[in-house]
């Protein structure tokens, strides 16, 4: 096989929400950017932004204003990644992301400095920070408890509509639910085999054609996140002109479309502006040369090229990323074998309950770095003078139970780039 | 909701269903006499639940209790004949590695003959021919005839073909009182501890047959039963690593069993003296110490994928424990044998216990429980358990691994999706078991359907299966309100449990794969404020 | 010989009117098709493709090279036929028109043309014994030979044979004998005619009723008044090397033949057998003679693939159907042959898809089933080209497969997979495979599906199901629903691996590898696929599916799991 190899400003290396974030601010700031890691875990994204919702979380606090929440949480623990991002950094970041998605035809929307709240598909709410357009009128809806009918689908499982309206009944009265046929569809229905059906026309008239009895007095109706794989702009506009109401749609059980319209929109627009995609390919080694960049070995099992890069940012996630590997008794970085910082022994990792109020401690082992997001070695000095870690690989954090991963991947990110650009 | 409490007359009153407990109901029902069948939570909750699954020929005890072992042979061939269904009979072997006690290993075939056990002698090379996971530093190899059985195919077909004769199941039904007068238990109060509804049971006779919990019992009367309580630990791997049931050869200790269960295999135990029956986690230090001992046997259960690690408390009985021997680790110098306890002799005249003993001879303690009983009732009819073949029941099939998918693959029933995908049960499966759940049952949907199937016992261990299995409750409407929140709570609670344990490597990543769906998405961490409401 | 004359020219219009027919077939409607088809083969002459027609000539449709480049064995048998049977029929089945007047010496039985009448006639015999041994001794082949195949090939034997045991008959006619000897022997001596009569019975076995003297002085007197007057037409019997041997087995029933007047009746049976051979050609696999080569050159002009669309392609389409001559080197070579076995629906290789295809395109009235089979033959292909590259008459079958799917698509029946659906059947999963996963030891353990860490990081995710394009295919029938490819890898991690191989899907991935691709664990999830059909293969490669009849219908109701 004819081997590629690559030179370039940075490598960014993962391939999920991070490491897209941090290879669109680098090639908006003129880098030449070079992405590897599989795509794995965009796959599995609802394609809500959270930004900060929960602090402390032992409390279990819900905070309307995630940057009060943020320096809430700051004041209390320090190692979190958002203490070495200015605030105005963190609205950049948000800005340029939500920017570049809407031009990929996948627009966002949100309150400046509040947090919403929209409907899961197990019927609680999520309190977040951005969300798809296509998600907006949940918001709207939830807090006008405006009457509302919930569509879904003989064949969808894990989402019926009874269970949300069931679960909210106490609270929001006016949830109605209907479960319909989808045209043409029978037996098990796959999300991604449905938005792609609805890309088409007589699909949407077909299945507008279906809700329109049973809409009655209702204010929204909301569908299973299926509206349109490739063109989701288009295939929500139209159906909200066909049925006349207003819609929404609430997030599926993963892997789900939302996830795929991500992929798409990331591997398009960033090819758009001149990424050096190498993904399916996975760092197998690094060396560092004279000048002090990197060359790294590349390849799926054997080295098929090399990536001369100057600088580095490492994104790569964290266990199920595969940026993290936890052996029996300790848990090691993958890449570049960077000391860990971590509770010791297992027994220290989880709590016994799984629901526990206080989050898992292995959930806050991580990468701790310097004030410029530069992962420290042994020695307690920078690893390397040009890596960067950005992400959920990040010590001091519980991105699941904070509601802190996308703020997180886009803030680290966008000041590790900044960094790099600077030098 | 009425507070009264409802009231059932009875001839005897079984309390504990585990396999000893659904094994007398069944007995006593074969033998005319009507009763019924308290648990605390449900089928087979306790040790009868948390255990092997292995079938013993006997070889496991020729040195240490040649009685049990004679039972263990008698009991196992017993089963295999009459409950076909329920036994894997795929064999034995008791292997020795480099290390291991060679005097034990060559008095081992004749004590096996001295019980009547068969034991054939096996090559080391021809043992890993029939069992290539074997270690290669084998020196010595025994075919003797174990085999495996499913304890919850076992329990729930004994219930429902006693409840077929007229015997009342009633689950998440605690004895919470006896109204004790004149040396006899006149009356025993069920409570429910989910909904708080009482049920009033008056009984001629009374068989305390709750296992561990059997001292807690005796005590409501006023009794006293010395009981040792031992957890012992298990792993269950993602796959079947063996076709045959493989022992250590030697005295017997920690994890020297490996059984298969259908498409996996099960390690293990442990035997940790605990004091308390409830205290039954499986810990972080027994799971590595399991696969520390276990890879010397079958060195590939230290890199294999574990789904998850359970445990079981062994009610061992303190009499027979200080008759048989010096406890020096952890109780398993105790005898295995069964006790009953006939109370007359403590002054309550028609109150008995059963606890101790082993799965495989769950039908002999049954007989003698059922004996006494028949006995003190007047009763002259003989058992029958021993000579009647077990009926297979729907109730129960569905814990076999490997049904379900199969039946879903020759139904072909395009409205027949799967719920649970890694054990690949189906909406009508669960329809089915939802139809055969006890009517006086209240207790979570999702953890009983768990209990009767193999829904959550995959490589998911419940994180997906508990959504879609929940979302179909509710279009069955089978659950209302928020009461589904609390379902999967509990449910992955529970598999919780199992699953902490064994966290690195794949699990660890499929943990964290579920906690970012169920909290990160669901936020299901900030919901145990809301209370249970409506439910099935 | 009128009788003979009108049998023939009844035979010669049959085969001309046959002819026509087929043509009419290739190029209807005329209109359309015939400028489209002289502009293709004036396009392919003149931009140059000449050069890749004259070669085909040659080497593919007088030499064969690219049958001997398949099987030596196959090549060795067909060229001996074809030269065989073509020397004979330029040599001696045109005597009159060919050999008489343009060679002068001409005489059948002189050399070398007796010994060349006997070289050809071998090569068909042994040409046609060879190929019906290959037939029988390739068990895929074997299975696909029809009544055709057989009665074609007998006919070859029979029209040979006859010729032979003719000449052989009339060399040991007494009668005959007697013929020749009132026209050459012009009124000889008692003694000369008995010398003469020693002489051939010594060399060339005529037997008579009253044995000629055998002393040496007899037969050397006999042989002179011989070679005075027969041997200007008559060569040594050695040149004779097949019609020898039988003079010599036949001797002892000489008489009996005689009495029979076995001559007689052996010329007719010979000379009818080749009418027959003549009036059939157009209906039978022989039609090959004729297509074969218009076909090979066509493909030569157009190459592979060829043009999809137009009139052209149409008639090269037609033309296919009537060139195959089953010989079955595109089952041989088929891709997806292997799920033949699995499936026992014979449309799934290209030969008897033609046929299927042959009935379905012509408007022949077909069962149920076997639309049903011509449907899941059509949509089992790959297109991989194999059948195309192989095919010895220079079909491009692709192009058929293509064309058909298209049609079967339209028109129905769709639904390929009705005879998978019974076959899952085929063999019953043994209960023992759920219980004893792993019975067959070590040394068969497959290499992923026998290996439990192949799925030991997989989270069931679903994701290879979510990118299966053949998974986003699936219609809305009942018979649709089937394991998608996560589903697939829980049965064979479950250790359910039989039950995995009869799911359709294992048999209908395309390899296109996105599922291993996108799988975010790095699950081998088309290597495993793969795996499969080849275990199904090489369990089912001695089941002779044909004994088992119509596979069980499958009934929603009572499921095999009951």
Redesign the interface.
Known sequence: MERKDVSCDVLVIGAGLAGMAASLFALEKGLVTAQAG?P??T??A?SVLDLMA?TPIEE?R?WEDPFAAIAAEIAQNPAHPYAKVARKDIEAAFGAFTGFLAQAGMPYAGRDGRNVEIL????????TYRVPESMWKAVLAMEEKAPCLIVDF??L????A??IA?????DWPGLRFV?LDFP?????L????MA?ALEGESVRQALAEAVRPHIGDAAYVAFPAVLGHYRPGKVFAEMERLLGVGIFEI?T???GVTG?RLKAAFEEGLAGKGLKSLF?KLVLGCRVEEDGSFLFSMGRNAEEFTVRAKAAILASG???G?GLK????LVREAVFGLPVEQPKG??A??Q??????A??P??RAGIVTDARLRPLGADGLPAFPNLYAAGSILAGQD???M?C?AGTALATAYAAVNDIAAG | MSRKPKRIETQALIIGAGVTGAGIARDLTLRGVSCVLAEKRDVNAGASGGNHGLLHSGARYVASDMEAATECREEGALLKRLAPHCVDDAGGLFVAVEGDDERYVADFPAMCARCGIEAAALEPARARELEPALSGRLIAAYKVPDASVDPFMLSLDNIADAGERGMVFLANARAAAFTVKDGRIVSTLLFDDETGEETEVVADQVINASGAWAGIVARLAGLDVDLVYSKGTLLVTQDRIADMVINRLRKATDADILVPGGTVSILGTTSVTVEDPEDC?P???EV?HIIEEGAAMVPVLETTRYIRAYAGVRPLFGKLASASSQDEDGGRGIGRGFALLDHARDGVVNFATITGGKLTTYRLMAEKAADLVCEKLGVAAPCLTRETPLPSHAGGKWTEPGLAPRTWLARRD??D???CECEMVSKGVVDELLASMPRHKSGPALLSLGLRSRIGKGPCQGG?CS??V???L??R?A????A??EE??AF??GR?RGV?PI???FP??QA??Q???H??????????HKSR?GGA | MTVFRLTLAIALCVLVAGSVVMAARWFSPAGRRLPACASAFGRALFRGRFLAMSRSLILEILLQFHVLRQSPVRWLAHFAIFAGFFGLFFMHALEPVLSRPYFPDYEPTLDPYQFLRNLFGAMVLLGAALALVRRLAVGRLRRISGPEDWLALGLLFAIILSGHLFDAAKTLSERSFDRMAADYLPSPAPEELEAVKAFWAASYGSVFETPPPKDPQTVEAGKELSDASCAMCHAPASSAFVTRPMVLALQPIAPEMERLRADEWLHDAHYLLFFLFIAWLPFSKFRHILTAPVSLLCRAAAGIPGEAGGPAAETRRAMALDACVHCGACSLVCSVGPSYEALADPAVLPSEKLKSLFAYWRGKPQSVRDRGRLAEGSFTCTACYRCSRICPCGIDLQDLWLASKRELNEKGPKDPYVFLRGRAEIPPPPVETLMRPRRMGAAHLPRLTGDPGTFAPC?Q???C???CPV??A?G?S?D??DA?PHQIMNLVRMGLRDDAIATRMVWNCVTCYKCQ??C???IKVADVLFELRNLAHARLRDVDFQDLGDPPRTDAATGRGA
């Open positions: 599989l794995g875990e796959l599995f609802s929960v279990g819900l899961t598909p197990v019927g609680t709410s999520k309190r003989e064949g499982k894990g989402f019926s009874r269970q069931e679960t909210q009944k106490a479960r043409g569809m029978t037996g098990d796959y999300v991604e085999k792609f997030p059980m993963p892997p795929l399916q964290r266990f199920f595969k936890a052996e029996r008794e297992r027994a990792w989880h016994k309950d799984m629901f526990d109020q989050g898992h292995i959930n991105w699941i139970r509601k991963g | 986690r810990t972080i230090p590595d395009p409205k999706a799967l719920l997906f959504l879609r929940c979302a179909h509710y279009d409407q659950l209302y309100g928020d589904g929140i999967i709570r992955l609670g919780w902490s966290l690195w490597g660890l990543m964290e794969f906690e970012a769906l909290c990160g998405l669901m936020g299901l961490e900030l919901h145990n409401k | 989270v995710c679903s994701t199901t979510s990118v998974t986003a699936l809305a009942p649709d629903i998608s691709e996108f975010p664990q790095g």
